[in-house]
Structure formats: C-alpha cells, structure tokens
C-alpha cells in the first residue's frame, strides 16, 4: 500500500497570510501518527514566480518524507528547477519521475510560459510515453500535473483549462499502466473521471473556490487549507479529502 499527500496552490507571496496557511498545512502533515510515503505539490507554489517566494517554499516543505512539486501558471521554470529541485536553470519542461513504494509518480509540467492555460507539450507527452513503455504493463504509475483535463463547471478555471486533452486521452489509452490522473489549478477538491481514469484534484492551500458560482463572489478565503490523500493499493487508488483547521480568516 501507497500513501500519498497531495496539496496544491500555495501561492507564496511573502505575505503572513499565505505563510501561515503552508505552515499550518505542513505542521499538520509532519505530526501524522502515520506519515505519507510522499507529498504531492501541484502548482501555483509561487505566487509571482519570484525566486524569494521558491526559497521561502523550499524552507516551509521540508518534511521527513519525499516532497515532490510540479510547475502551475503562477510558477517560473527555472526558479522552481534550481531552487526547489536543485536542477539547472533552463526554460524546458520540469518533468521527473519518482519511485514510491511500488508506484512510479510522473510529475509532469502542462504549463504554457506567458499563459495561465496549460497544455501537455510534445516533449512531456514523449518522455511519459518513454518513461512508462520502460516500466512495463505490471508496474502501476500515476501521472500528475497542475492543469485538470475536466471541465470543473465553474467559469474561472474553465476559462484556462489545459488546451490538449485529447492528446493526453490518445496517450492512456496506449498505457493502461497509468492508473490515475491527478491535479490542482481549480482551488476545489473535485473528483471525476477522464479517459477511462479516476481525475482527482486536491484542494488549494491559499484560498477555496466557491461552488457552486455565485455572482461577484469567487473565493471563499476564510476556509481552510486542504489535503487529499490517496491510497494506492492493487492497482486502485481511493482518496479522502481533509481540512486543516485554524483560526477563522487567517
């Protein structure tokens, strides 16, 4: 069995604010009676793409299990790439897989430099393929990027979804290994399906989107952070959306 948090759109942007809820989320994390075989971060880290805002983030995720992030459209590529991954600094997609537990996680980059919609390029749809033909039929994987390929039916992240979801769907159908897709960018928890796959979106840390619309009124910023967790185990994933409570309007 596979345990795995999944949190997204922390939106640092060296406010008190936008702290305190990353730190609230992570103290919470950390003091599990049963810690998670690895954290999912999915977008929207920085608010500005500033490189304090990445330092910042890499000092409030230190954790004692594997931290993994992936770009949003709020996020610079190559801040992420050489402050919180340690990789060179470069403009190409932020795409890395990672073994956890008996799962492989591909954590892919479907964001569009100078755009808030998202789309899987050629280069990351050939390294997922690559990189999931090498694992083998028998070895389950689960892809995970910021942009979710569904609609969310509220106008907002409607309006920047990822542009190419039927690629993505050409590409699960010729690899049945991906058991699941996952993703954030629309501040709700939200489950769904797509191509065949279970599509969970974690819920954001820096503000809750409200659902159903109402005019005039986007976010709800008193509610609290959230998690997902999900639990991998024979092949099937099952997930539990939590809060993380505090003080009201922090």
Do not use: K
Request: glycine residues 8%; charged residues 20%; aromatic residues 4%.
């Amino acid at each position: 069995m596979t345990l795995l948090a999944h949190i997204s759109d922390l939106h640092l942007n060296g406010t008190p604010r936008a702290t305190e809820r990353v730190e609230r989320t992570m103290d919470h994390l950390r003091a599990l009676p049963t810690p998670p075989d690895a954290l999912l971060v999915t977008g929207d880290i920085a608010d500005h793409g500033e490189v304090a805002e990445y330092r910042e983030a890499a000092r409030l995720l230190q954790a004692p299990f594997p931290v993994l992030a992936c770009p949003g459209n709020h996020d610079s590529r190559s801040a992420l790439r050489t402050v919180l991954l340690d990789g060179p600094a470069g403009g190409q997609p932020v795409n890395q897989a990672h073994r956890v537990g008996e799962l492989t996680v591909l954590m892919c980059d479907s964001t569009i430099p100078g755009s808030d919609e998202g789309e899987l390029g050629e280069a990351t749809l050939s390294w997922i393929d690559q990189t999931v033909h090498d694992l083998g039929d028998d070895d389950p994987a689960v892809l995970v990027f910021h942009h979710p390929p569904i609609p969310v039916h509220h106008p907002m992240p409607d309006s920047v979804p990822l542009r190419n979801p039927d690629a993505l769907a050409a590409l699960l159908a010729r690899n049945p290994s991906i058991i699941a897709v996952l993703g954030g960018h629309s501040h709700t928890a939200a489950a769904s399906a797509f191509a065949g796959r279970p599509c969970l979106l974690a819920p954001a840390v820096a503000w809750t989107l409200v659902m159903p619309p109402q005019p005039g009124r986007i976010a709800d910023r008193d509610a609290d952070p959230g998690v997902a967790f999900h639990v991998i185990e024979n092949g099937q994933i099952t997930s539990h959306f939590r809060t993380v409570p505090g003080n009201a309007g922090s």
